[in-house]
């Protein structure tokens, strides 16, 4: 029988509802609505409803994400009312990030900063959701569809589970992958059957996403076992670990032929000095989206490198720009790929925000990366694991994800900050040889 200290009062349990969201990418669009209306927005609201009866106090995220945003919209106001294109893809955008930032930043705090119970929420939801996707790939390799069909080759039906697309499961079921891997001889022993439910799922979306996360996964799992270390004698079985993870992706790219194609589209027109219209054209319609967003954000930056063209504007200097380069039957026959999210985070940033975004954003990923240096127990090492698994999150987000707030990013950012701030400030309580721990971490709204 559970204590009753153990037991979740409403505000939490909406919040185990809010960290699920993770999976729920999908959206109402049209039918009137002037934006898109993801399906997990009723639960954000019922549990910001839920706070204060609760007798929780609604918080603002820390100041440094509060000057940072507000900068930014700041600067996207000016810079489109200057190009007159303000309106309503503005305030959809910023919208967007403040509802889902608070949202969760609140689960978190709710949850009293124990973002290790959070993310173990998440891990338990992680693996049953991967399980549904390999059964659904399953019976589809037998012939029963009773979910939506996405072939590319006799056995090869690309999964997407419960989620919209292939990749946005990818991307939700990263941090999973690279967590256990960091611990992989634990999970072998103790976890292997969720461990190989989630890798299979995630080599079954048949992403490129999923090929880079395998080789990173496997690059942090070392690093944080000091396999890279000089000073400690692992160094000279690392190779030994690495061989056959870039066996397996090297077979992926040269024998799946959807991850081939990507593979070699992708080096070939971004390796090339020149825009290469003729390649593009002959590319597969992922490359085409990202090859075709780069160059549109890449002149948005260039017209205005402080401030990009505004939050919300990519979509609305898309068509003209895409028109400057490519043939309009292009467009025919691959539609506005991307248009809304220019296929990459980093792109995104670039295009609508400019050196400012761009900077504010790196320089958080790169200061809130756990040093390997606070690492000096099985607790700490347990958080930089989950700082780990997000930062690899982060970057193939950067690389292909381009919307600021699905597949729950703000939920992992405000993890990633917070496990930075556990570390350090336990390796400083360490290093004072105190044995008191921390009593909560509250001073970080304020931070």
């Known amino acids: 029988m559970k204590k009753k200290k153990d037991k979740l009062d409403i505000a939490q349990k909406l919040g185990l509802l809010c960290i699920f969201s993770v999976f729920l990418d999908k959206a109402i669009r049209g039918g009137g609505l002037p934006f898109d209306f993801y399906y997990y927005y009723p639960i954000f609201l019922f549990f910001l409803l839920s706070l204060p009866i609760k007798g929780y106090q609604i918080t603002m995220p820390p100041r440094w994400f509060n000057l940072g945003l507000l900068s930014i919209i700041t600067a996207s106001v000016f810079v489109t009312l200057v190009r007159g294109i303000l309106g309503f893809e503005l ?3 910023v919208f967007g990030i403040l509802f889902t930032s608070v949202t969760y930043y609140n689960v978190i705090r709710v949850f009293k900063y124990d973002i290790a119970r959070i993310f173990n929420y998440y891990l338990v939801f992680a693996f049953w959701v991967a399980l549904h996707g390999v059964i659904d790939n399953l019976l589809h390799i037998g012939g029963i569809h009773l979910t939506k069909v996405l072939q590319d080759g006799t056995f090869q039906y690309r999964e997407y589970g419960i989620m919209g697309e292939p990749f946005y499961l990818a991307m939700a079921i990263t941090p999973a992958i690279v967590y256990y891997t960091c611990y992989f001889k634990r999970t072998w022993h103790t976890a292997k059957f969720k461990y190989l439910v989630l890798l299979t799922c995630y080599l079954v979306t048949y992403s490129s996403t999923a090929v880079m996360g395998i080789g990173l996964a496997a690059f942090f799992g070392l690093y944080l076992n000091d396999f890279f270390n000089v000073r400690r004698n692992r160094i000279i079985f690392a190779p030994l670990f690495l061989a056959p993870v870039a066996l397996l992706v090297f077979y992926l790219i040269e024998n799946v032929d959807l991850i081939n194609k990507r593979y070699n589209d992708t080096t070939s027109l971004f390796l090339s000095t020149e825009i290469d219209i003729k390649e593009a054209g002959k590319s597969n319609s992922s490359t085409f989206a990202l090859y075709s967003n780069y160059i549109i954000a890449r002149d948005s930056f260039l017209d205005n490198p402080l401030f990009g063209s505004g939050l919300g504007s990519h979509p609305l200097i898309y068509e ?14 691959y539609g506005a790929q991307n248009q809304q999210d220019a296929n990459s985070r980093f792109l995104r940033l670039m295009s609508e925000t400019g050196l400012l975004g761009l900077v504010l954003f790196l320089t958080s990923v790169i200061v ?45 950012f405000f993890i990633y900050y917070v496990s930075n701030k556990l570390l350090t400030y336990k390796r400083a309580q360490a290093s004072r040889k105190r044995v008191a721990q921390p009593a909560g971490v509250s001073s970080l709204a304020s931070s």
């Open 320 to 333: 003209d720009a895409f028109l400057k380069y490519f043939p309009k039957n292009y467009l025919k026959g």
């Open 91 to 93: 305030v959809k955008q």
């Open 368 to 412: 809130f990366f756990a040093p390997k240096s606070t690492v000096y127990n099985e607790q700490s090492r347990n958080l930089a694991a989950i700082n780990y698994a997000i930062f690899v999150y982060i970057v193939l987000g950067l690389i292909r994800n381009g919307n600021y707030i699905n597949v729950g990013f703000f939920l992992f």
